[in-house]
């Protein structure tokens, strides 16, 4: 059965850090491309992130310079290092994953709970 865990979310003061953690299982990780995205309260889902299968990333605007994604293919694992938190960040954070075909197929989490407040 395909599945993808999101753990690592919590409460934190503005300006510091979290690491989102998403486990895979029930696939081929190593073939899939790996996305966060993000959901504040009234707010729609926005793409945060992502890494492709060989490692290449992008990221969105608002958290350019301060939010890296990583993969562990071995684990079948992906991460989101979260630096310099403002309050605009918290949502409920999701990780995706895209099968590498000329018609992608998605699998998501179950979301994370992050809160930025002092």
């Known amino acids: 059965q395909v599945q993808l865990v999101e753990s690592g979310g919590g409460l934190v003061q503005p300006g510091g850090s979290l690491r989102l953690t998403c486990t895979a299982s029930g696939f081929t990780f190593s073939r899939y491309h790996m996305r966060w995205y993000r959901q504040g309260p009234g707010k729609e889902r926005e793409w945060v992130a992502l890494?492709?299968?060989?490692?290449?990333?992008g990221y969105a605007d608002s958290v350019k310079g301060r939010f890296t994604i990583s993969r562990d293919n071995r684990e079948n694992t992906a991460y989101l290092q979260m630096n310099s938190l403002k309050p605009e960040d918290t949502a409920v954070y999701y990780c995706?994953?895209?099968?590498?075909?000329?018609?992608?197929?998605?699998?998501w989490g179950q979301g994370t709970q992050v809160t930025v407040s002092s």
């Open positions: 995706k994953a895209t099968m590498v075909a000329t018609i992608p197929i998605d699998y």
């Open positions: 890494i492709t299968h060989t490692g290449n990333t």
